[in-house]
């Protein structure tokens, strides 16, 4: 798991084709400071295996269907990166819980620049505002960002300088697809409910649960 807070702006140095997966090559220094094979990194909010190691660079493999329904299958060598190493038990978690597993790719749509902040505006499926709810939390290309609006196909973040210096959202434009994931626990609450409207959850049954 990560909590969303960047940690580093890494630099996708290759992408080589295997027989049945990716090979990424992402050139990093901060992150892989004391990481050692088969730990987790999230890039752009994709939970990824580190496979090997080079001094300032490391190694993961992606599976074709990961490639495909993430933004990694739209960069182009040469492009940053949003990095972030797992969770411990000793650090801070200053964002919210993140598992690293992208829901869907949802597109910019409009950057407001308001006042030292930006908005910026992203479309998305109806399925994932399902999902999010205004002032929670929402994570886009493994950012951890608070939902500041929302619309009918599209919710909106507030970005801080800080936030936009140190990640990937200062080159976004419109048109930029961007990794999504939503609050995990919004996702069992939706769970929760669509259960006991169908019936198939009630008092009884949960007592039986433990609950």
């Known amino acids: 798991m990560f909590t969303g807070i960047i940690e ?10 295997k027989e049945d997966h990716l090979r990424l090559k992402v050139e990093a220094k901060r992150v892989i400071k004391e990481t050692r094979l088969g730990e987790s990194i999230a890039v752009n909010g994709v939970c990824l295996t580190v496979t090997d190691l080079e001094e300032n660079y490391f190694y993961a493999d ?42 869907e790719v949802g597109v910019v749509e409009d950057v407001k620049k308001k006042g030292n902040a930006w908005e910026i ?13 205004e002032r929670g939390s929402v994570a886009v290309d493994g950012i951890s960002l608070t939902v500041a609006g929302l619309g009918d196909n599209y919710f909106m973040v507030g970005i801080i300088p800080h936030t936009h210096a140190e990640t990937t959202l200062e080159v976004v ?3 930029t697809h961007v990794n999504l994931e939503s ?10 409910l669509e259960r006991k409207k169908k019936g198939k959850l009630d008092l009884e049954k949960l007592l039986e649960n433990g609950f």
């Open 8 to 17: 580093e702006k890494g630099i996708l140095q290759d992408i080589k084709k």
């Open 62 to 103: 992606v599976m074709p269907a990961t490639f495909q329904r993430t933004n990694l299958s739209r960069l182009n060598r040469g492009e940053r990166v949003n990095l972030e190493r797992a969770l411990t038990l000793k650090a801070r978690l200053g964002g919210h819980i993140v598992q690293g597993h992208v829901d």
């Open 121 to 133: 505006y992203v479309r998305c499926s109806e399925e994932f505002l399902d999902y999010t709810v």
């Open 173 to 175: 434009r419109p048109g």
């Open 183 to 192: 609050d995990i626990l919004a996702r069992y609450v939706q769970r929760f």
